[in-house]
């Protein structure tokens, strides 16, 4: 019983709580221009760069007991924004707003048997990473300081491989992703192997499928019958991707529960489906670019979650994209923008110089 209590516990909070705070940034949106895809995918952001910001300081100040304040301070702030998403989607429906896109006339049943397909691409990848899981050399330190976390109540204060005592793992601890899976055992009383190894890959690995079919929108516009066509290419390269240990695909399916593929699977992606958002409304005057442009921000925060290599990598890549916009559409305020969300990344860069 208390495994299956345990498993709903899971499920709100990987599906639930991201639904319901990305229903915040859908809220100031235009109208019917969102999705339950975003509002999930917008809504792991969020959560992600809320859980920097909370344990972040908590490693630096060395709090005793560092990780049950975390827990408490984490689950509070998710659940309040989660009921102002629970509001703000409530007052929608209630009004009369279309939030979600409406869909047009039905497919074909080619279209169909595509996203059929698609469907079963998809359901053989999770049935393969959860059934087949494997012990990955990392695993030793990642899972591990997950594990000794959540039993200790410590944050980085321990070794991993010994459990002694240790000084400030500062590589690490700005990225504290291990401890948010952590978190996941100890809300829902699970082992943390276990939620690791099962429950995040049956998470994550959806979210970069939904961040590629809003990707997949974004390119074919109205030709909405290529969508399942690209999804399914986009699927086959994840299945027959793992000719190395180092490939995107292999981090995807066999090593889910790592912060590094966390960045290049869904991080990554997202930043470039936000610029695709952010460039489609200033190609068209659109206004409430706002909301899009804060979610960059918690975005790159999410990716310094992660890794810290996410701080440099995200740079690189708003700085790029930012300068190419900013030319391409002759608005110098683009670049000014981009800038300022690579903030969270160049402070959390700071830190590690200024500490280290």
Request: charged share 10%; hydrophobic share 55%; aromatic share 12%.
């Amino acid at each position: 019983m208390a495994i299956v209590a345990g498993c709903l516990i899971l499920c709100i909070w990987l599906v639930g709580i991201p639904l319901l705070t990305g229903a915040v940034p859908a809220f100031f949106l235009k109208p019917g221009k969102t999705s339950p895809a975003f509002m999930w995918t917008s809504g792991y952001m969020i959560s992600w760069a809320l859980f920097q910001f909370v344990t972040v300081p908590l490693v630096l100040l060395h709090v005793e007991r560092g990780f049950a304040v975390a827990v408490g301070l984490f689950a509070g702030v998710s659940l309040t924004v989660a009921a102002v998403g629970a509001f703000l989607l409530i007052r929608s429906l209630r009004g009369g707003r279309r939030l979600f896109l409406v869909k047009g006339e039905s497919d074909g049943r080619q279209h169909r048997i595509y996203w059929g397909i698609f469907l079963a691409l998809a359901a053989l990848q999770l049935i393969l990473a959860v059934g087949m899981t494997y012990q990955d050399g990392d695993d030793a330190y990642y899972v591990a300081i997950s594990t000794l976390t959540e039993s200790s109540n410590t944050l980085y204060e321990l070794m991993p491989y010994s459990t002694g005592a240790t000084g400030l793992d500062l590589r690490h601890g700005l990225a504290p992703f291990p401890v948010w899976i952590a978190f996941l055992a100890r809300i829902s009383g699970l082992p943390a192997v276990s939620v690791a190894h099962v429950a995040v890959p049956l998470a994550l690995i959806p979210t970069t499928y939904l961040i590629f079919y809003q990707i997949g929108r974004q390119l074919f516009g109205k030709k909405k019958e290529r969508l399942p066509l690209f999804l399914c290419f986009t699927a086959l390269l994840v299945i027959f991707g793992n000719y190395s240990l180092y490939t995107s695909e292999n981090f995807m399916l066999a090593r889910s529960r790592q912060g590094k593929s966390a960045l290049g699977c869904i991080v990554i992606p997202m930043v470039l489906l936000l610029f695709f958002l952010i460039l489609d409304r200033v190609e068209k005057g659109q206004q409430g670019q706002w909301v899009l442009w804060l979610l960059l921000g918690a975005t790159v925060t999410a990716a310094c979650l992660c890794t810290t290599l996410g701080t440099m990598l995200m740079c690189m890549l708003l700085g790029v994209t930012g300068l190419c916009g900013a030319l391409t559409y002759r608005r110098p305020g683009l670049a000014v923008k981009t800038g300022l969300c690579c903030i969270p990344a160049l402070a959390y860069a700071a830190l590690y110089f200024m500490i280290q």
